[in-house]
């Protein structure tokens, strides 16, 4: 497609978008199963990250009919470029044909059966072959439960209680234990305003959160619970590299505490290079942690980590039928070897480098304060307006817009390798007429009077309301 066909195939996306005369007439049908959704699920959603509420509701999609390479088909019949890639679980792009294929073939040939299947050891081979830290393996199916595994057996091999952690770990009763003591001590970790509603309040004081990049804050924690502290667990990175020497300098205090050193790396995955962050970083955690990427969008999950540490668990209690069925394994394999076959951490380094270029450039050529910043394989948008609130308007309208012009996402991307030219290509001269509307209606004053939906709420706060 030549850029003049694009620029004007966009153009008249957003010109048949505008002439809708409400927001939600335009998303009807995905706006009427979300409705249906309240009534029989709890919130409407099974991930609080696909709430529409995070998004342009009214405009934005909710429900999708299908999806393949870098887009996705709502059930109102539009068609996106999908910059948040099945929230980040999505690394080789929908429906790829080589993980397919083997999954199908996995499928014929059953998916759980009485006893073990030898996929178990393949990836269990294949991970500790590859990640710096892993000598030994246990599975799951998702991230957060994943991480309570990985909690699990710190605690049982240590003999310790106390957790101290930084970031996202999931929605398990020892994360949420944090906000026991304080209902605000996890607010700076990903998503504020979360309630331990359902937690047992004798968890209080268990798990203690300590500010990123901040290491005296981590060896006063770390002092106060002297001899008690199982695990120090920390997201190593998320969208921006970390502070020069600090995971080496945080590795130390944990050690010498006694503490098992966990890197949640379900976020980042394998988006780094083909063996996650480590040796993006420099640093060896004693345990680690994949799901997402692991296995394409797949449910598959992994803990690693030292044999003396890990081995243990042989004692433990933890245990699941699904664990180890054969789709999630065969599909894990599938895409780990894909990955580096394809040399995927590279080319969505190059990706998200020209993307941040361009769209950086376009904010400046507009007159739109804005850049795109953060590590290329999971670059954002940065608003350089000082406001939160008027941040959190012009994130709305910026979401409400480019999905009028068939780009899905948030002021942030994860990248797939299905994103290619023609998907860059489009987002940019769609940004391009984005970031126009939005230099002008900030100039005017007008950004509330452009949005056509509420504002987009933070995942958990005012969940109620």
Not at 134 to 161: F, L, N, P, W
Not at 414 to 423: I, K, V
């Amino acid at each position: 497609m030549s850029l003049v066909n694009l620029k004007l195939r966009v153009s008249l996306m957003a010109d048949s978008f505008d002439s809708q005369p409400a927001a939600s007439s335009r998303v009807a049908r995905s706006s009427q199963l979300f409705e249906r959704a309240q009534h029989l699920i709890p919130g409407g959603t099974q991930l609080v990250s696909r709430r529409p509420s995070l998004y342009a509701q009214g405009v934005s999609p909710v429900y999708a009919r299908r999806a393949h390479g870098a887009r996705l088909w709502d059930v109102d019949g539009h068609e996106y470029i999908d910059w948040v890639s099945g929230i980040g679980s999505i690394i080789l792009g929908y429906a790829d044909p080589v993980v397919d294929e083997a999954v199908m073939k996995q499928i014929r040939d059953g998916t759980v059966y009485s006893i073990n299947h030898e996929l178990e050891i393949e990836l269990a081979e294949l991970l500790t072959e590859r990640i710096p830290c892993a000598e030994m393996v246990r599975y799951a199916k998702g991230g957060g439960e994943a991480c309570s595994v990985a909690i699990r057996i710190a605690r049982g091999t240590t003999g310790r209680d106390k957790i101290l952690c930084c970031g996202y770990h999931g929605w398990h009763d020892w994360y949420l234990a944090a906000n026991l003591d304080s209902d605000d001590a996890l607010d700076q970790h990903l998503f504020p305003g979360i309630e331990p509603i359902g937690v047992p309040q004798a968890l209080a004081g268990t798990t203690i959160p300590f500010p990123y990049g901040d290491l005296e804050a981590l060896e006063q924690v770390l002092l106060k619970h002297q001899h008690n502290v199982a695990a120090v667990i920390l997201e190593p990175l998320r969208s921006e590299m970390p502070p020069d020497g600090y995971l080496q300098q945080l590795a130390s205090l944990a050690r010498a505490h006694g503490a098992i050193l966990i890197f949640d790396e379900v976020s980042t995955g394998f988006r780094p290079s083909s063996a996650g962050v480590q040796p993006v970083v420099g640093v060896t955690p004693d345990m680690a942690i994949f799901a997402k990427s692991i296995s394409n969008g797949y449910p598959m999950a992994a803990v690693v980590g030292r044999r003396d540490i890990m081995e243990p668990a042989a004692q433990m209690f933890i245990s699941s039928t699904y664990w180890s069925d054969t789709i999630g394994l065969r599909a894990a394999v599938t895409t780990l070897r894909e990955i580096e076959r394809r040399k995927v951490p590279q080319q969505l380094h190059g990706l998200g480098v020209t993307l941040q270029t361009r769209l950086t450039q376009i904010a400046e050529d507009v007159g739109f304060p804005a850049r795109c910043i953060g590590v290329p394989f999971h670059p954002r948008l940065q608003f350089d307006v000082e406001d939160t609130e008027t941040q959190r308007h012009i994130s709305t309208l910026y979401i409400q817009e480019m999905a009028k012009r068939g780009c899905h996402g948030l002021p942030a991307f994860y990248l797939n390798a299905a994103q290619q030219d023609a998907e860059v290509e489009h987002t940019c001269e769609a940004a391009r007429q984005v970031f126009s509307l939005i230099a002008e209606a900030l100039a005017a004053n007008q950004i509330d009077a452009r949005i056509e939906c509420k504002p987009r709420r933070d995942a958990f706060r005012r969940l109620v309301q």
